[in-house]
């Protein structure tokens, strides 16, 4: 089957946990070429997202996007630092009565002294994100897939009816070819004759 080098695909994947878009993109191109972007906390998805790509297209320049919403969590973890905080309260402290004024700190005012609250991003579980990775990227697959498939038929459709245009205009000059060069002849005999 004729498949054209140009196609595209979307889908979208939702559940509790995270939303998940899978944009495809081919264009012309000798031999297979695969960009992904993806945020940068998932860049460990790139082999097996290339792999799953390069079992249905084998030429092409292949542009892809994949954004992933994580869902509910703001995905960070509050990290306090227990142990600095203590002795930044007790340097406050000291100084507060070296100074002799009042050592009255608030815990607000101590979370906000350097390290001492701090935000974690937890590691993606990767199995667990490639699944729901694979469900948009199969379906935008395919998507691209039917795409490039419908364009090859029109494609060859086309280039059908141009051949059976140059078939019939070999057919009309073959037709014409005996009369044309006896009208030929004739025309440089006359030509011959006045000169």
Do not use: C
Request: avoid cysteine; charge should be negative; charged fraction near 35%.
């Amino acid at each position: 089957m004729l498949r054209s080098m140009t196609g595209y695909g979307r889908a979208q994947y939702d559940n509790l946990n995270y939303k998940i878009t899978v944009e495809m993109k081919t264009v012309n191109s000798r031999y297979l070429e695969i960009n992904v972007r993806f945020p940068k906390k998932y860049s460990f998805l790139e082999k097996n997202f290339k792999e799953v790509v390069q079992k249905e297209i084998h030429r092409g320049r292949v542009e892809a996007w994949i954004g992933i919403e994580e869902m509910g969590r703001s995905g960070y973890n509050v990290k306090v630092d227990k142990e600095l905080a203590m002795d930044y309260y007790k340097s406050l402290k000291e100084l507060a009565n070296f100074l002799d004024i009042s050592p009255q700190i608030s815990i607000y005012e101590l979370s906000k002294l350097e390290g001492v609250v701090s935000l974690e991003e937890p590691e993606p579980d990767q199995e667990e994100i490639w699944k729901y990775v694979l469900i948009p990227l199969e379906e935008a697959l395919e998507q691209l897939v039917e795409m490039r498939q419908k364009e090859g038929s029109n494609l060859k459709a086309d280039l059908e009816k141009r051949n059976e245009n140059v078939l019939y205009m070999i057919e009309e000059i073959e037709k014409k070819h005996p009369v044309v060069v006896e009208s030929y002849e004739d025309k440089l005999f006359q030509r011959i004759k006045e000169i």
